[in-house]
T-cell receptor, first 113, second 110 residues
Protein backbone atom coordinates (compact mmCIF):
# COMPACT_ATOMS: atom_id res chain seq x y z
CA UNK A 1 0.00 0.00 0.00
CA UNK A 2 1.27 3.44 -0.97
CA UNK A 3 1.85 5.45 2.17
CA UNK A 4 3.77 8.08 4.08
CA UNK A 5 4.75 6.86 7.53
CA UNK A 6 5.66 9.14 10.40
CA UNK A 7 7.09 8.13 13.77
CA UNK A 8 6.39 8.69 16.53
CA UNK A 9 2.72 9.60 16.36
CA UNK A 10 2.82 11.24 19.78
CA UNK A 11 5.70 12.53 21.87
CA UNK A 12 5.93 14.51 25.09
CA UNK A 13 9.42 15.73 25.91
CA UNK A 14 11.25 18.53 27.66
CA UNK A 15 12.92 21.69 26.49
CA UNK A 16 16.40 21.22 25.07
CA UNK A 17 16.31 17.45 24.57
CA UNK A 18 17.13 16.70 20.94
CA UNK A 19 14.51 14.74 19.05
CA UNK A 20 13.98 13.37 15.57
CA UNK A 21 10.67 12.68 13.83
CA UNK A 22 11.09 10.19 11.03
CA UNK A 23 9.21 10.21 7.73
CA UNK A 24 9.35 7.48 5.14
CA UNK A 25 7.51 7.01 1.84
CA UNK A 26 7.29 3.94 -0.37
CA UNK A 27 6.17 5.60 -3.62
CA UNK A 28 9.60 6.60 -4.99
CA UNK A 29 8.58 10.25 -4.72
CA UNK A 30 11.18 12.92 -5.31
CA UNK A 31 9.51 15.78 -3.43
CA UNK A 32 9.09 15.60 0.33
CA UNK A 33 8.19 18.26 2.86
CA UNK A 34 7.35 18.94 6.48
CA UNK A 35 4.49 21.09 7.76
CA UNK A 36 3.36 22.19 11.15
CA UNK A 37 -0.25 22.88 11.98
CA UNK A 38 -1.31 25.20 14.77
CA UNK A 39 -4.82 26.36 15.74
CA UNK A 40 -5.87 29.36 13.69
CA UNK A 41 -2.74 29.29 11.53
CA UNK A 42 -3.43 26.44 9.15
CA UNK A 43 -0.60 24.40 7.62
CA UNK A 44 2.80 26.04 7.32
CA UNK A 45 5.68 24.51 5.44
CA UNK A 46 8.89 24.06 7.44
CA UNK A 47 11.33 22.51 4.97
CA UNK A 48 11.09 20.74 1.65
CA UNK A 49 13.33 18.59 -0.50
CA UNK A 50 13.26 18.21 -4.27
CA UNK A 51 15.54 15.17 -4.26
CA UNK A 52 18.36 13.41 -2.41
CA UNK A 53 20.79 15.89 -0.84
CA UNK A 54 18.63 18.83 -1.95
CA UNK A 55 16.74 20.63 0.82
CA UNK A 56 15.37 24.14 1.17
CA UNK A 57 13.59 26.31 3.70
CA UNK A 58 9.85 26.73 3.75
CA UNK A 59 8.02 29.49 5.57
CA UNK A 60 8.89 28.58 9.18
CA UNK A 61 12.30 26.82 9.25
CA UNK A 62 13.69 28.37 12.45
CA UNK A 63 14.60 25.78 15.08
CA UNK A 64 14.41 22.82 12.69
CA UNK A 65 16.83 20.81 10.58
CA UNK A 66 16.23 18.17 7.94
CA UNK A 67 18.30 15.77 5.89
CA UNK A 68 17.66 13.78 2.72
CA UNK A 69 20.31 11.08 2.44
CA UNK A 70 17.99 8.57 0.84
CA UNK A 71 15.02 9.16 -1.45
CA UNK A 72 12.50 7.47 0.82
CA UNK A 73 13.41 9.15 4.12
CA UNK A 74 13.13 12.77 5.25
CA UNK A 75 13.65 13.13 9.02
CA UNK A 76 12.80 16.31 10.90
CA UNK A 77 15.30 17.20 13.62
CA UNK A 78 14.74 19.50 16.56
CA UNK A 79 18.23 20.08 18.02
CA UNK A 80 17.03 22.02 21.06
CA UNK A 81 13.24 21.90 21.23
CA UNK A 82 11.35 24.74 22.85
CA UNK A 83 7.71 25.03 23.98
CA UNK A 84 6.80 27.13 20.91
CA UNK A 85 7.50 24.05 18.79
CA UNK A 86 4.61 22.24 20.42
CA UNK A 87 2.47 21.47 17.42
CA UNK A 88 0.99 18.88 15.07
CA UNK A 89 3.48 17.94 12.34
CA UNK A 90 2.79 16.43 8.94
CA UNK A 91 5.15 14.94 6.41
CA UNK A 92 4.13 14.84 2.75
CA UNK A 93 5.55 13.48 -0.49
CA UNK A 94 4.80 13.76 -4.19
CA UNK A 95 6.37 13.01 -7.55
CA UNK A 96 6.88 16.71 -8.14
CA UNK A 97 5.31 20.03 -7.27
CA UNK A 98 3.02 21.77 -9.75
CA UNK A 99 1.13 18.95 -11.41
CA UNK A 100 1.45 16.30 -8.73
CA UNK A 101 -0.79 15.69 -5.71
CA UNK A 102 0.81 15.45 -2.30
CA UNK A 103 0.37 12.44 -0.04
CA UNK A 104 0.33 13.20 3.66
CA UNK A 105 1.24 11.12 6.68
CA UNK A 106 -1.07 10.75 9.68
CA UNK A 107 0.72 13.37 11.71
CA UNK A 108 2.94 13.58 14.79
CA UNK A 109 1.74 15.46 17.84
CA UNK A 110 4.68 16.95 19.73
CA UNK A 111 4.43 18.50 23.17
CA UNK A 112 7.53 20.30 24.45
CA UNK A 113 7.34 21.07 28.18
CA UNK B 1 1.17 35.35 3.40
CA UNK B 2 -1.15 32.82 1.82
CA UNK B 3 -1.61 33.27 -1.87
CA UNK B 4 -5.21 32.10 -1.74
CA UNK B 5 -8.28 33.51 0.02
CA UNK B 6 -11.15 31.35 1.21
CA UNK B 7 -14.14 31.94 3.48
CA UNK B 8 -13.49 30.79 7.04
CA UNK B 9 -16.54 28.55 7.18
CA UNK B 10 -19.55 27.41 5.22
CA UNK B 11 -22.65 25.35 5.90
CA UNK B 12 -24.62 23.09 3.65
CA UNK B 13 -27.44 20.63 3.93
CA UNK B 14 -26.85 16.96 3.45
CA UNK B 15 -27.50 15.63 -0.07
CA UNK B 16 -27.27 19.11 -1.59
CA UNK B 17 -24.48 20.45 -3.79
CA UNK B 18 -21.76 22.54 -2.18
CA UNK B 19 -19.73 25.23 -3.93
CA UNK B 20 -16.53 26.19 -2.12
CA UNK B 21 -14.91 29.35 -3.53
CA UNK B 22 -11.25 30.32 -3.63
CA UNK B 23 -9.58 33.50 -4.83
CA UNK B 24 -6.01 33.37 -6.16
CA UNK B 25 -5.63 36.74 -7.84
CA UNK B 26 -1.80 36.60 -8.04
CA UNK B 27 -1.69 33.24 -9.79
CA UNK B 28 0.74 32.95 -12.68
CA UNK B 29 0.27 31.12 -15.94
CA UNK B 30 2.06 27.94 -14.88
CA UNK B 31 0.61 27.59 -11.38
CA UNK B 32 -1.69 24.65 -10.77
CA UNK B 33 -4.70 24.95 -8.47
CA UNK B 34 -4.97 22.16 -5.91
CA UNK B 35 -7.64 21.33 -3.37
CA UNK B 36 -7.10 19.25 -0.27
CA UNK B 37 -9.36 18.42 2.61
CA UNK B 38 -8.64 17.48 6.20
CA UNK B 39 -11.07 15.35 8.11
CA UNK B 40 -11.02 15.57 11.91
CA UNK B 41 -7.92 13.96 13.43
CA UNK B 42 -6.44 13.08 10.04
CA UNK B 43 -3.79 14.37 7.69
CA UNK B 44 -4.76 16.40 4.62
CA UNK B 45 -6.11 14.39 1.70
CA UNK B 46 -5.79 15.30 -1.97
CA UNK B 47 -9.11 16.10 -3.65
CA UNK B 48 -8.48 17.50 -7.12
CA UNK B 49 -6.23 19.80 -9.13
CA UNK B 50 -6.25 21.62 -12.46
CA UNK B 51 -4.53 24.23 -14.59
CA UNK B 52 -7.03 25.91 -16.92
CA UNK B 53 -9.86 23.54 -17.80
CA UNK B 54 -12.54 22.33 -15.45
CA UNK B 55 -11.78 18.94 -13.94
CA UNK B 56 -13.92 16.12 -12.64
CA UNK B 57 -13.04 13.09 -10.56
CA UNK B 58 -14.89 10.67 -8.33
CA UNK B 59 -14.67 13.00 -5.34
CA UNK B 60 -15.50 16.41 -6.78
CA UNK B 61 -15.40 18.87 -9.66
CA UNK B 62 -13.15 21.86 -10.04
CA UNK B 63 -14.40 24.90 -11.92
CA UNK B 64 -11.67 27.38 -12.87
CA UNK B 65 -12.54 30.93 -13.91
CA UNK B 66 -11.49 31.99 -17.37
CA UNK B 67 -8.97 34.50 -15.97
CA UNK B 68 -7.79 31.84 -13.44
CA UNK B 69 -8.04 34.32 -10.58
CA UNK B 70 -10.61 32.19 -8.81
CA UNK B 71 -11.85 28.64 -8.67
CA UNK B 72 -14.70 26.68 -7.11
CA UNK B 73 -14.66 23.20 -5.67
CA UNK B 74 -17.99 21.50 -6.22
CA UNK B 75 -19.22 18.60 -4.13
CA UNK B 76 -22.20 17.39 -6.06
CA UNK B 77 -24.09 15.77 -3.22
CA UNK B 78 -22.72 16.46 0.23
CA UNK B 79 -22.75 13.79 2.90
CA UNK B 80 -21.95 14.05 6.60
CA UNK B 81 -18.56 12.51 5.81
CA UNK B 82 -17.69 15.57 3.73
CA UNK B 83 -17.53 17.74 6.85
CA UNK B 84 -13.89 18.85 6.89
CA UNK B 85 -11.54 21.77 6.37
CA UNK B 86 -10.97 22.37 2.66
CA UNK B 87 -7.73 23.97 1.50
CA UNK B 88 -7.16 25.62 -1.85
CA UNK B 89 -3.51 26.14 -2.82
CA UNK B 90 -1.58 27.16 -5.88
CA UNK B 91 1.40 24.95 -6.62
CA UNK B 92 4.06 26.64 -8.62
CA UNK B 93 6.44 24.96 -11.01
CA UNK B 94 8.96 27.77 -10.80
CA UNK B 95 9.14 27.81 -7.00
CA UNK B 96 9.17 24.64 -4.99
CA UNK B 97 7.64 26.14 -1.88
CA UNK B 98 3.99 25.33 -1.16
CA UNK B 99 1.80 27.70 0.82
CA UNK B 100 -1.44 26.60 2.44
CA UNK B 101 -3.97 29.12 3.70
CA UNK B 102 -6.30 28.58 6.64
CA UNK B 103 -8.93 26.81 4.59
CA UNK B 104 -12.73 26.70 4.78
CA UNK B 105 -14.39 24.67 7.50
CA UNK B 106 -17.39 22.98 5.89
CA UNK B 107 -20.30 22.00 8.15
CA UNK B 108 -22.88 19.59 6.80
CA UNK B 109 -26.34 19.74 8.36
CA UNK B 110 -28.35 16.50 8.48
Amino acid sequence: EAQVTQNPRYLITVTGKKLTVTCSQNMNHEYMSWYRQDPGLGLRQIYYSMNVEVTDKGDVPEGYKVSRKEKRNFPLILESPSPNQTSLYFCASSLGVGNQPQHFGDGTRLSIL
Amino acid sequence: DAKTTQPNSMESNEEEPVHLPCNHSTISGTDYIHWYRQLPSQGPEYVIHGLTSNVNNRMASLAIAEDRKSSTLILHRATLRDAAVYYCITAMNRDDKIIFGKGTRLHILP
